[in-house]
């Protein structure tokens, strides 16, 4: 069993709309939640870090966590064309150590 | 500015020839962790080290090694290279363990021949 679900897409959206990125785990214990953005060929860009249920704001990006639901999402307000990217969500969960349980990632395409 | 530098960026060797890749950081963080990035995949954590304390995951193969002579630097020794070890390798740090995040560097791509 998977412990960190994405949904590959890709997800479209046009210029300017509000992306909505999903990621579900499985581990209940997990206590820090990462959204990474990797562009192709690129290596992981730590976009923003949650570790209490809520909202957390950074610009256009909102980080949402709601560990009752087992569930956090990134939304990405304003989407420009360079956002286009895979964007990866990633757990530490109670039982991995230090190890970051990454999904497979969602693929995101901003249209001009 | 980049706080966390891989050498080579792109490598290519022989089957069976040793390689080694090699991370550095200026952040003075304690922790160095070595992930290994298949195409299409998720990342996959190798090992860490915490400080000079080693932390083998369990799955990682004999096959690799890793060295950490001082804080700011670590080394990824592939010991005879075979066809499924090409890949995209990383190298992150993170302050401390547990739940801080982990900042990447731009990565090594190593083929292999």
């Known amino acids: 069993q998977k412990e960190v679900e994405q949904n590959s897409g890709p997800l479209s959206v046009p210029e300017g709309a509000i992306a909505s990125l999903n990621c579900t785990y499985s581990?209940?214990?997990?206590?820090?939640f990462f959204w990474y953005r990797q562009y192709s060929g690129k290596s992981p860009e730590l976009i923003m870090s949650?570790?209490?249920?809520g909202d957390k704001e950074d610009g256009r990006f909102t980080a949402q966590l709601n560990k009752a639901s087992q569930y956090v999402s990134l939304l990405i307000r304003d989407s420009q064309p360079s956002d286009s990217a895979t964007y990866l969500c990633?757990?530490?969960?109670?039982?991995?150590?230090?190890?970051?349980?990454f999904g497979k990632g969602t693929s995101l395409l901003v249209t001009p | 500015d980049a706080m966390v530098i891989q050498n080579p960026r792109y490598q290519v060797t022989q089957f069976g020839k040793p390689v080694t890749l090699s991370c550095s950081q200026t952040l003075n963080h304690n922790v160095m962790y070595w992930y290994q990035q298949k195409s299409s995949q998720a990342p996959k954590l190798l090992f860490h080290y915490y400080d000079k304390d080693f932390n083998n995951e369990a799955d990682t193969p004999d096959n690799f090694q890793s060295r950490r002579p001082n804080t700011s630097f670590c080394f990824l020794d592939i010991r005879s290279p075979g066809l499924g070890d090409a890949a995209m390798y990383l190298c992150a740090t993170s302050r401390e363990g547990g739940g801080q995040p982990q900042h990447f560097g731009d990565g090594t791509r190593l083929s292999i021949l």
């Open positions: 581990d209940r214990g997990s206590q820090s």
């Open positions: 949650i570790y209490s249920n």
């Open positions: 990633a757990v530490i969960s109670s039982n991995s150590g230090y190890a970051l349980n």
